[in-house]
């Protein structure tokens, strides 16, 4: 008990500066925070890393991961292609987003080439710098007005409606265990289509931004 205070005392410092732990859960994902996404049928985190596809694409490579630490699961929430999301505003339910992998600077994105496992359509990480293409685009799909954090949502890729998911089928060699994430028109992978943010840093709105 007394180590879970103490954990939520320190984690509200750091990350809310102020805020209280109750309202931990109701906080919203904004534009510029750093997260992880946890997949809730499969239980990993959407993951990429410099290693290439060796079919399809031959684009960048995006899989599940087991591990909670791993430094390549980190995404950051931009704007999209064609609107600016400034930092620190709250993401709005049915919004476009784009996902940039921290470690590498590409963009989760996606199109109409056959994924390697489960052959439905191939998800990569595509672009330098965090610029790609227009098929970066993802719309966030929540119930309410806002994407919290700890809220399963869905991700619909604005050029194709297909949902970012994990097929639950797993990679050999070289990135053995690793699970295929794939995007998917049809309900086959139910709650494999459901991520929510969990660890990473998330922008407060910047104080100057209401008037006072
Ligand atoms: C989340 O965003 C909405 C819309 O901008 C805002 O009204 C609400 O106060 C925000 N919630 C928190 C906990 O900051």
């Given at each position: 008990?007394y180590?879970?205070?103490?954990q939520?005392?320190?984690?509200?410092?750091?990350?809310?500066?102020?805020?209280r732990?109750?309202?931990?859960?109701?906080e919203?994902?904004?534009?510029?925070?750093v997260?992880?996404?946890y997949?809730?049928?499969?239980?990993?985190?959407l993951?990429?890393?410099?290693?290439?596809y060796?079919?399809?694409?031959?684009?960048q490579?995006v899989?599940?991961?087991?591990?909670?630490?791993?430094?390549n699961?980190?995404w950051?929430?931009?704007?999209?292609s064609d609107?600016h999301?400034?930092?620190g505003?709250?993401?709005?339910?049915?919004q476009?987003?784009?996902?940039?992998?921290?470690?590498?600077?590409?963009n989760?994105?996606?199109h109409h080439?056959?994924?390697?496992?489960?052959?439905?359509?191939?998800?990569?990480?595509y672009g330098?710098?965090?610029e790609?293409?227009?098929l970066?685009?993802?719309?966030?799909?929540?119930?309410?007005?806002?994407w919290?954090r700890?809220?399963?949502?869905?991700?619909k890729h604005?050029?194709?409606?297909?949902?970012?998911?994990?097929?639950?089928?797993?990679?050999?060699?070289?990135?053995?265990?690793?699970k295929?994430i794939?995007?998917?028109t049809?309900?086959?992978?139910?709650?494999?289509?459901?991520?929510?943010?969990?660890?990473?840093?998330?922008?407060?709105?910047?104080?100057n931004?209401g008037?006072?």
């Amino acid at each position: 008990m007394y180590l879970s205070v103490t954990q939520c005392i320190l984690g509200c410092t750091l990350l809310f500066y102020g805020a209280r732990c109750a309202q931990l859960e109701e906080e919203n994902v904004t534009g510029g925070s750093v997260v992880k996404l946890y997949n809730k049928g499969q239980r990993v985190r959407l993951h990429s890393h410099d290693i290439k596809y060796g079919s399809g694409s031959g684009q960048q490579s995006v899989t599940g991961m087991n591990s909670e630490t791993d430094a390549n699961s980190y995404w950051q929430v931009r704007s999209p292609s064609d609107t600016h999301i400034p930092r620190g505003e709250a993401i709005k339910c049915g919004q476009a987003v784009r996902l940039t992998h921290i470690q590498t600077s590409c963009n989760l994105h996606s199109h109409h080439v056959s994924s390697p496992l489960s052959h439905e359509q191939e998800v990569s990480c595509y672009g330098e710098e965090g610029e790609g293409d227009h098929l970066d685009d993802w719309i966030v799909i929540c119930s309410g007005k806002t994407w919290k954090r700890d809220q399963y949502v869905r991700f619909k890729h604005r050029e194709t409606s297909a949902y970012l998911a994990c097929s639950g089928q797993s990679y050999g060699r070289p990135i053995h265990g690793q699970k295929e994430i794939m995007s998917s028109t049809s309900d086959s992978s139910g709650q494999g289509k459901y991520w929510k943010s969990v660890e990473g840093v998330y922008i407060k709105p910047s104080e100057n931004m209401g008037t006072k």
